[in-house]
């Protein structure tokens, strides 16, 4: 379930920068103290500036934790070893190495 399917459950929706507004179900709120707003990967992230639990907002909103997530969000994908780069001092001993894999990352590591 993505942010607006959630939205469309609460009251008091008002749009707040990239992020969006509510009054929190979980209590009395006569103020929007509930964020929403869409996180990495498709998640919906959900704040009570109250204090309310996730998981009382969730279940009070007939769903459950598992619809904060996207279903059919890819999995984060595994990376690759491209090539490593070899850094020696000037006897030619290996210093470090600096790794790369795809998608493009970099990672440096030093011989024990």
């Not at 469309?8 to 209590?27: F, K, N, Q, Y």
């Not at 990967?41 to 279940?59: P, Q």
């Not at 998608?103 to 440096?108: G, I, L, S």
Request: charged letters at 30%; glycine letters at 6%; a positive charge.
């Amino acid at each position: 379930m993505n942010a607006p399917q959630i939205l469309s459950r609460l009251e008091g929706v008002e749009r707040s920068g990239d992020a969006w507004t509510a009054r929190c179900p979980a209590h009395d709120d006569t103020k929007a103290s509930l964020s929403i707003r869409e996180g990495k990967g498709g998640r919906t992230l959900i704040k009570c500036h109250a204090g309310c639990t996730v998981e009382s907002i969730v279940n009070l909103l007939d769903l459950t934790m598992k619809d904060l997530f996207l279903a059919d969000a890819k999995p984060k994908s595994k990376r690759r070893f491209v090539v490593t780069y070899n850094y020696l001092n000037e006897q030619g001993t290996l210093v470090f190495q600096t790794v790369r894999y795809e998608p493009k990352d970099f990672r440096q590591r030093r011989p024990d």
